[in-house]
């Protein structure tokens, strides 16, 4: 598709403005501010009981002296009432819930015994207090219980040869000597991935453990990845894969799960596949090893009758359209079920009647829920808010026996809360209410969505973000998204939060410019070796549009700041579109793209990005778009933010574009966080990070 499917409008004609708060803020009502980012409850996890009586979720609390996180255990009717505390263990971090499916046992994570593991509360006691599960050796990650409750898969981190959850001889093959030094031999593929350095011969894997008439993990378990010589590599997959990536069989005899061979082409390789274990001590076996992209999500459907995964088709590419494709066990047929749906599944469940598949997808500026029809491949877009409500992002959705949805929302005005409806097609209702009275008591900021003629013509989407009701000039922020292929749509962040700024008194500009996802492969294809090209385009164009759509944006104060690719966008703009801003904040940036292509972990990203390898397929598209070729044109005030666990794009890269800010004299400020990744998560680290960039912008914005 070379450009979006709906009809590509004049700037006067295309304007879409969905107001999320339409009146002024009372004067009561104070201002958002790094505080209540750093407090307000996380939610996550919903389930529900097997009769549809109660609903489960985790919930994180943040001290705010201390700062310290601590996840517990809460339950509310599902027909609605107040919530309670469930399985409280007191400082113990309970997590990750899941009903026994007689409903009679509540399983889930806790660190009370001094590790990560199962617990256990029998619901048919009153008063009964949890009860530990499992006792491995090694940390619990995660668990899947068996559809009829007989058994447990968990998975954490152990020995390749280690024969079950923990052992005492630790694996780790890159510490042979009597020094600290890490060697890795020839072909070792990973040496470091994300924020942790790599200890060959541990991995994370899975074991399925039968339990005992009381619920107790009763025996060693049997490896998902079978004898050593067939399989090495992580189940669930790192740095980012989870529970969606292990299933039961319908029967409970065997599961599905993802893994990546690792090997000396690792990071290289996208090529995520899908196992099937039989757990009768058999040789687990590739299904998808005919393809060598991503595949994921496994998900069989509660009849047995069906399998459904996710997959890409190119190899290298992450950011590749992850289309359905299924298999009738019956007939043997398989095939790709939504080739002619233009999005990317980012979740997929069965209907309980096993008649349905529900996924969620980004679309343009919302992440809503979709109906597939498993033999049609029929896509049908769900619309689960009321009437004059924005879907927002829709997520960890559980189909329920009555024909109803359980699932989270969140939305750039309000963190992720527990959603509701009895039936598809009537509007769901909030079932928790963890943030509701410390939102209430924040002044609203108000968001504007837009869309313009962007590069090539084609339309392009945006967002304005600002204090309700505000009327004097107000300085601008162009915030600009990481990924390359991400998107700064209607979601809540708790890193780059557009309401947290606003809230200061500042107007945030966002655009989702060509590479963004939720609009379609084409576009999101759109910046492959275009780094500094088409996107450059559309934030150009977006920041005019902006400014004349709202006059309260003062266009002679304005400053950029991005993170990841977004920090490279910075170091771009700084050399590209000097004399817009006032000030430039780059976090996680890339500084100099050839070296960047040597240093990160994930070599398949950059080799894709910039269309082969730096040394001799393709020198000249990374320097085409490289930034640091452009320094004699710097000259606008940055501040650079980096982290000395970022792999991803290591620190070195902030260093140097500070070094060359130094040396050319233009006024700039490094911050450093020697405990963080990519991101910043640590409490007490967001709260400088907060510090840091609004102390920044203040200098540069308000005079």
């Given at each position: 598709?070379?450009?979006?499917?709906?009809?590509?409008?004049?700037?006067?004609?295309?304007?879409?403005?969905?107001?999320?708060?339409?009146?002024?803020?009372?004067?009561?009502?104070?201002?958002?501010?790094?505080?209540?980012?750093?407090?307000?409850?996380?939610?996550?996890?919903?389930?529900?009981?097997?009769?549809?009586?109660?609903?489960?979720?985790?919930?994180?609390?943040?001290?705010?002296?201390?700062?310290?996180?601590?996840?517990?255990?809460?339950?509310?009717?599902?027909?609605?009432?107040?919530?309670?505390?469930?399985?409280?263990?007191?400082?113990?971090?309970?997590?990750?819930?899941?009903?026994?499916?007689?409903?009679?046992?509540?399983?889930?994570?806790?660190?009370?015994?001094?590790?990560?593991?199962?617990?256990?509360?029998?619901?048919?006691?009153?008063?009964?207090?949890?009860?530990?599960?499992?006792?491995?050796?090694?940390?619990?990650?995660?668990?899947?219980?068996?559809?009829?409750?007989?058994?447990?898969?968990?998975?954490?981190?152990?020995?390749?040869?280690?024969?079950?959850?923990?052992?005492?001889?630790?694996?780790?093959?890159?510490?042979?000597?009597?020094?600290?030094?890490?060697?890795?031999?020839?072909?070792?593929?990973?040496?470091?991935?994300?924020?942790?350095?790599?200890?060959?011969?541990?991995?994370?894997?899975?074991?399925?453990?039968?339990?005992?008439?009381?619920?107790?993990?009763?025996?060693?378990?049997?490896?998902?990845?079978?004898?050593?010589?067939?399989?090495?590599?992580?189940?669930?997959?790192?740095?980012?894969?989870?529970?969606?990536?292990?299933?039961?069989?319908?029967?409970?005899?065997?599961?599905?799960?993802?893994?990546?061979?690792?090997?000396?082409?690792?990071?290289?390789?996208?090529?995520?596949?899908?196992?099937?274990?039989?757990?009768?001590?058999?040789?687990?076996?590739?299904?998808?090893?005919?393809?060598?992209?991503?595949?994921?999500?496994?998900?069989?459907?509660?009849?047995?009758k069906w399998l459904a995964w996710a997959a890409m088709a190119r190899p290298g590419y992450e950011s590749d359209r992850l289309v359905v494709r299924i298999v009738n066990f019956s007939t043997r047929e398989e095939k790709t079920l939504t080739t002619s749906w233009d999005r990317s599944v980012a979740s997929l469940a069965w209907t309980p009647d096993s008649k349905s598949l529900i996924a969620t997808a980004q679309d343009v500026m919302d992440t809503p829920a979709f109906r597939i029809d498993p033999v049609s491949?029929?896509?049908?877009?769900?619309?689960?808010?009321?009437?004059?409500?924005?879907?927002?992002?829709?997520?960890?959705?559980?189909?329920?026996?009555?024909?109803?949805?359980?699932?989270?929302?969140?939305?750039?005005?309000?963190?992720?809360?527990?959603?509701?409806?009895?039936?598809?097609?009537?509007?769901?209702?909030?079932?928790?209410?963890?943030?509701?009275?410390?939102?209430?008591?924040?002044?609203?900021?108000?968001?504007?969505?837009?869309?313009?003629?962007?590069?090539?013509?084609?339309?392009?989407?945006?967002?304005?973000?600002?204090?309700?009701?505000?009327?004097?000039?107000?300085?601008?922020?162009?915030?600009?998204?990481?990924?390359?292929?991400?998107?700064?749509?209607?979601?809540?962040?708790?890193?780059?939060?557009?309401?947290?700024?606003?809230?200061?008194?500042?107007?945030?500009?966002?655009?989702?410019?060509?590479?963004?996802?939720?609009?379609?492969?084409?576009?999101?294809?759109?910046?492959?070796?275009?780094?500094?090209?088409?996107?450059?385009?559309?934030?150009?164009?977006?920041?005019?549009?902006?400014?004349?759509?709202?006059?309260?944006?003062?266009?002679?104060?304005?400053?950029?700041?991005?993170?990841?690719?977004?920090?490279?966008?910075?170091?771009?703009?700084?050399?590209?579109?000097?004399?817009?801003?006032?000030?430039?904040?780059?976090?996680?940036?890339?500084?100099?793209?050839?070296?960047?292509?040597?240093?990160?972990?994930?070599?398949?990203?950059?080799?894709?990005?910039?269309?082969?390898?730096?040394?001799?397929?393709?020198?000249?598209?990374?320097?085409?778009?490289?930034?640091?070729?452009?320094?004699?044109?710097?000259?606008?005030?940055?501040?650079?933010?980096?982290?000395?666990?970022?792999?991803?794009?290591?620190?070195?890269?902030?260093?140097?574009?500070?070094?060359?800010?130094?040396?050319?004299?233009?006024?700039?400020?490094?911050?450093?966080?020697?405990?963080?990744?990519?991101?910043?998560?640590?409490?007490?680290?967001?709260?400088?990070?907060?510090?840091?960039?609004?102390?920044?912008?203040?200098?540069?914005?308000?005079?």
């Amino acid at each position: 598709m070379k450009r979006h499917a709906f009809a590509l409008l004049a700037l006067s004609s295309a304007l879409v403005a969905v107001p999320v708060f339409a009146q002024s803020a009372p004067s009561a009502q104070k201002q958002m501010g790094i505080e209540d980012l750093l407090t307000l409850k996380r939610i996550a996890a919903p389930v529900a009981s097997p009769d549809g009586k109660w609903v489960v979720w985790q919930q994180t609390d943040t001290d705010a002296q201390s700062y310290k996180r601590q996840a517990g255990l809460w339950r509310v009717m599902a027909k609605g009432g107040t919530a309670e505390r469930v399985a409280d263990l007191t400082d113990a971090a309970e997590s990750d819930p899941a009903f026994s499916p007689d409903g009679k046992r509540l399983y889930f994570l806790s660190g009370k015994s001094g590790s990560s593991q199962v617990w256990m509360l029998d619901l048919t006691a009153a008063g009964a207090a949890p009860v530990q599960a499992s006792k491995f050796k090694a940390d619990v990650s995660g668990f899947k219980l068996s559809p009829d409750g007989a058994k447990i898969i968990a998975w954490g981190d152990v020995a390749r040869d280690c024969p079950t959850l923990g052992c005492e001889k630790d694996g780790n093959t890159t510490l042979p000597g009597l020094g600290t030094g890490r060697h890795y031999k020839d072909g070792a593929g990973f040496v470091r991935h994300w924020d942790a350095w790599e200890t060959h011969g541990n991995y994370s894997r899975a074991f399925a453990f039968a339990l005992g008439a009381d619920g107790i993990v009763a025996d060693s378990g049997t490896a998902l990845d079978g004898p050593a010589g067939v399989l090495t590599g992580d189940t669930p997959t790192k740095p980012h894969g989870g529970g969606e990536e292990v299933a039961w069989t319908a029967d409970s005899k065997g599961a599905w799960f993802i893994a990546r061979q690792a090997d000396r082409n690792e990071p290289l390789s996208t090529n995520t596949d899908l196992w099937h274990a039989p757990l009768d001590g058999g040789t687990p076996h590739n299904i998808t090893d005919g393809n060598e992209a991503t595949d994921t999500l496994p998900t069989p459907s509660p009849d047995g009758k069906w399998l459904a995964w996710a997959a890409m088709a190119r190899p290298g590419y992450e950011s590749d359209r992850l289309v359905v494709r299924i298999v009738n066990f019956s007939t043997r047929e398989e095939k790709t079920l939504t080739t002619s749906w233009d999005r990317s599944v980012a979740s997929l469940a069965w209907t309980p009647d096993s008649k349905s598949l529900i996924a969620t997808a980004q679309d343009v500026m919302d992440t809503p829920a979709f109906r597939i029809d498993p033999v049609s491949g029929k896509v049908e877009r769900l619309k689960l808010m009321s009437k004059g409500m924005n879907e927002g992002h829709i997520s960890n959705v559980v189909p329920l026996k009555n024909g109803g949805l359980l699932f989270t929302r969140d939305a750039i005005a309000h963190p992720a809360e527990v959603w509701m409806t009895d039936k598809i097609g009537k509007p769901a209702r909030q079932l928790s209410r963890a943030n509701d009275a410390q939102l209430a008591a924040m002044a609203p900021v108000a968001t504007q969505r837009f869309s313009f003629a962007g590069a090539n013509g084609d339309t392009v989407w945006g967002q304005i973000h600002k204090p309700a009701g505000a009327s004097a000039k107000l300085p601008v922020l162009l915030f600009i998204h990481g990924g390359p292929q991400g998107t700064y749509n209607d979601s809540w962040s708790w890193r780059w939060n557009p309401k947290v700024f606003a809230s200061q008194g500042y107007a945030v500009v966002s655009v989702d410019f060509h590479g963004s996802t939720g609009y379609g492969q084409a576009f999101t294809d759109a910046i492959n070796k275009d780094w500094g090209g088409k996107p450059l385009v559309d934030l150009q164009k977006g920041m005019e549009a902006a400014l004349r759509i709202d006059s309260a944006l003062d266009s002679t104060n304005t400053c950029a700041l991005g993170a990841s690719y977004g920090g490279y966008m910075v170091n771009w703009i700084e050399g590209q579109w000097p004399d817009r801003f006032k000030c430039l904040v780059q976090h996680d940036g890339v500084f100099d793209a050839r070296a960047m292509a040597y240093e990160t972990e994930e070599l398949w990203f950059d080799e894709w990005e910039h269309g082969g390898k730096p040394y001799h397929e393709a020198p000249e598209e990374y320097e085409k778009w490289n930034p640091v070729n452009h320094v004699a044109k710097w000259k606008t005030p940055m501040l650079v933010i980096t982290s000395e666990k970022d792999f991803r794009i290591p620190y070195t890269q902030g260093l140097a574009s500070f070094a060359a800010l130094q040396r050319k004299g233009i006024p700039s400020e490094l911050l450093v966080f020697p405990d963080e990744n990519h991101w910043v998560l640590k409490p007490k680290n967001s709260k400088q990070w907060h510090q840091t960039v609004f102390a920044w912008l203040d200098r540069w914005l308000r005079k």
